[in-house]
């Protein structure tokens, strides 16, 4: 089973950067994708990054250009860079590990950027 912790989040100004980090236990974190999934109140989760086994990442249209994700599979951990955020990117964001056995969450972290 894989475990996943998210830490990170916090309070910034509009075109502030955050980085959120998720760690993971477990033997199966190199064998899975990860994805970071963020929904407000009253909205369906979406996904706004992914990262596969391979490496190759999927950003959400909405974040191009100013997220970056990036995976360290030794230290078994997954990071979200956010620059220039907006206000509209206020959110829990959670961490998703996705294998052929396992979909896993994390607790999720908040993020809330003023304008």
């Known amino acids: 089973q894989v475990q996943l912790v998210e830490s990170g989040g916090g309070l910034v100004e509009a075109g502030g950067s955050l980085r959120l980090s998720c760690a993971a236990s477990g033997p199966t974190f190199s064998l899975g994708a990860i994805g970071w999934y963020r929904q407000g109140p009253g909205k369906q989760r979406e996904m706004v990054a992914r990262i596969g086994r391979d490496g190759s990442t999927e950003l959400a249209d909405s974040v191009k250009g100013r997220f970056t994700i990036s995976r360290d599979n030794p230290k078994k951990m997954v990071y979200l860079q956010m620059s220039s955020l907006k206000p509209e990117d206020t959110d829990v964001y959670y961490c998703?590990?996705?294998?052929?056995?396992?979909?896993?969450w994390g607790q999720g972290t908040q993020v809330t950027v003023t304008s």
């Open positions: 998703n590990f996705r294998s052929i056995l396992v979909n896993a």
